[in-house]
């Protein structure tokens, strides 16, 4: 008879020489570009049989990058079984595909479905447009599943973990569905599987999707997220219900584990003093009070930090010179190059004059009372002023480049009219418990009669200002912790701004700071050096948190059970009762095969 005894997928196999390796239990996965063997046994394979599908099978080891091709390669052929190994173009579109063989006999034929596979990107093939000729960082852009997102100010940055989580069960397929539910796929259903092919068009979709997703009316506690698998999965679950799940490092790290998955290169990028343009001016107006209170009188604003996803890909769209890193912001579902914002090119498609803007804007700030203008002053190299990305193959920040944008830490404003100016600094930032202590410094070259007035406030990581809850008009430059233990939101971050005013030439001039409250710490202590796929005990303390633990820790044992081999991080987080504030800490472990480990726990 003609049929087939068994097929072997030689998914171990292939997902290692793919490099695809732990993405799916359920799927065969494997890169374009690149051939994967299948090995079928037989009831009867004679030379009288021939095998053919829609790819035809030649007896040589010559692959083609633009077309479906399959070969039998010399060895791979015996009486009951044959070797076939089977190689998608390097631009064919990503997705899951049917896997079908037909035997044709002269005594008839058959056909069998044995199995499916998922094509994905290939960073590792010259000729994919999402190649990238490093290891270290296809290492780093597509294989690994930690990271470190960047939070705060500049004078304080936060480094915070984040679990991309690609590796994950079930992950890969809910990736793959992102793509299913799109209103490109719903509209042209042929045309889009099609258009899959370009990671370009991926990119949008996947940010326009991702931003949909992120906006729902439930709301959920945004300070807990440690990872975007169990946003992930939770879309999975809903069936792609909108979740309101938070800010812009959300939306942009949960993007990134979609672009890793699909197979191209990404990174999340925080931008500090990102400056948010709503009619293209390139210009942002802060308003104040004439007593230092920030209030909202503009669209524009200025956020402490933004956070979006850069994605590596050639872009023949946009000519030479514009490949590489691509911005892709999940927030204003739009995309633009690195290179095009970097060249001034804010001409070219998408969100790229929201883009140019965010690193390049001027900021006025405007002094007003009653509707009068009291004063106005330009900074120009306050946004975009730090820019970091993790650095490849360390846990540490990478710094872009001074040609991204003007990087400068400090930011004092000073009135247009030089008769006048003033700076505005704290003594060091403060962790939560301490009082703050400000230094204000007249800068004028003559004496002055001067009067002044100081305004603290809170504030939103989006720059939006919250109420004062602390002013003096004389000269007292500290603010008790009491004054603002209750009052902090998000991230901590506060507003300290001083308005001084010249009692002859009734001439005003602000100077202001930004900077965020050091939470306590959390520490982690993992018993042993390393971990088998057996149950483990982890401690985790809560500590030094100045003024309110006064040295009595507190320890949580948790117990759990790794599930995949390599190096892994645990996390912690303790969030206050009804407010959106956290501390986190964590601690890395690694992973090993239990046939690795000697009867005392460590490695032979």
Known sequence: ??????????????????????????????????????????????????????????????????????????????????????????????????????????????????????????????????????????????????????????????SRPWSFGQYEQGILEICLNILQVSPQHSKDKQGDDLLRA????????????????????????????????????????????????????????????????LGIPSRVVTIFNSAHDTNG?????????????????SKDSIWNFHVWVECWMSRP?????????????????????????????????YDAPFIYTSVNADVVTVIVRDGLVLGRSVDTPRVGSHILTKN???????????????????????????????????????TMGENICLFITNRAKVPKVLKEHVNAQTKEYNGSPQGTFWEADKQLHFIPYSEYENMLVGEGLLNVAVVIKDELTKERVLASEEFNIIAPQISIEVQGITFSKRRSTVAVLTAEGS?????????????????????KLVQASLAYNNTSTAIRSFHKVSVFQPSLLCSNGTLC
């Open 392 to 430: 490849v193959g360390s846990d540490g920040p990478q710094i872009f480049p001074s040609s991204f944008s003007n990087l400068l830490v400090m930011h004092d404003i000073f009135s247009t009219v030089q008769s006048l100016e003033v700076s505005l600094k704290i003594d060091k930032v403060p």
């Open 198 to 261: 370009d990671p370009v068009y991926i990119s949008r979709v996947v940010c326009a999707v991702v931003c949909k997703l992120g906006t729902g009316q439930e709301t959920l506690n945004m300070v807990q997220w440690t990872g975007s698998t169990d946003i992930l999965k939770l879309w999975g679950r809903s069936n792609f219900s909108p979740v309101r799940y938070g800010q812009c490092w959300v939306f942009a790290s949960v993007m990134c584990t979609v672009m890793r998955v």
């Open 281 to 297: 001016s390139l210009v942002i107006e802060e308003y104040y009070t004439n007593t230092g209170g920030e209030i909202n009188m």
């Open 547 to 567: 003024g309110l633990l006064e040295g009595k820790d507190q320890t949580k044992k948790v117990s759990f059970t790794p599930t995949t081999t390599g190096t």
């Open 1 to 158: 008879p003609t049929g087939l005894k068994h097929v072997n997928l030689e998914v171990h196999d292939n997902h290692t020489a793919h490099q695809t390796l732990g993405l799916s239990s359920r799927h065969q996965v494997v890169r374009r570009g690149r051939p994967f063997k299948v090995t079928m046994l037989s009831y009867l394979l004679s030379p009288l049989c021939g095998l053919s599908v829609e790819i035809p099978v030649m007896l040589s080891k010559d692959e083609s990058i633009s077309r479906w091709s399959a070969h039998i390669h010399p060895g791979g052929r015996h009486s009951q079984s044959v070797t076939v190994h089977v190689c998608s173009p390097a631009k064919a579109p990503v997705g899951l595909y049917d896997l079908q063989v037909h035997i044709v006999c002269l005594d008839g034929q058959r056909s069998f479905a044995i199995g499916s596979f998922v094509v994905l990107c290939n960073p590792w093939l010259q000729y994919d447009t999402v190649y990238i000729p490093f290891e270290d960082q296809r290492d780093e852009y597509i294989k690994n599943d930690l990271g470190f997102l960047y939070m705060g100010t500049p004078h304080n940055v936060i």
């Open 317 to 349: 769209d946009l000519g030479p010179g514009f490949d590489g890193w691509q911005v892709l912001d999940p927030t204003p579902q739009e995309k633009s190059g690195v290179k095009g914002i970097r060249k001034r090119r804010y001409d070219t498609l």
